[in-house]
């Protein structure tokens, strides 16, 4: 699930309008600000780009109130809930999934399954809806 963040500063400051605000992309994600748009039912709007090498930095600049970036709701998490991000628009599922890997068998080892069923516990609760601020 991903959705745009950005500053809650910069979401007061321009009235929730963000449309026209920078857009912030990641090399690793080159394709999330499209995905968003696409699978939100929202035109892309022509607004300036800045392209970071990875998506943390992306995460950074939006806190720095650089502009708008698609963050996913796992990684944004810990943001949205200190107040350093807004999402304004929420998250919809953009096709991304993530897996936990063990080199054995998890159902093999309690304590494998212990850790996999709070992983998946602790993902479901981070993809509800976050309060905007």
Known sequence: ??????????????????????????????????????????RPTRARRHVFEHFYQTLEAAQAGQGVAIASVYMAAADLGAG???APHGFAPDGTRYVCL?????????????????LARH????????PLR
């Open 1 to 42: 699930m991903a959705g745009p963040v950005l500053s809650p500063a910069l979401l007061r400051d321009h009235e929730g309008a963000i449309g026209h605000l920078p857009r912030l992309h990641s090399q690793t994600r080159p394709e999330a600000w499209r995905t968003w748009c696409r699978n939100s039912g929202l």
């Open 123 to 130: 993902m479901r609760d981070l993809a509800r809806p976050v």
């Open 102 to 118: 063990s080199p054995l068998p998890i159902a093999q080892d309690p304590r494998r399954r212990i850790f996999a069923a709070w």
């Open 84 to 86: 350093l991000l807004a």
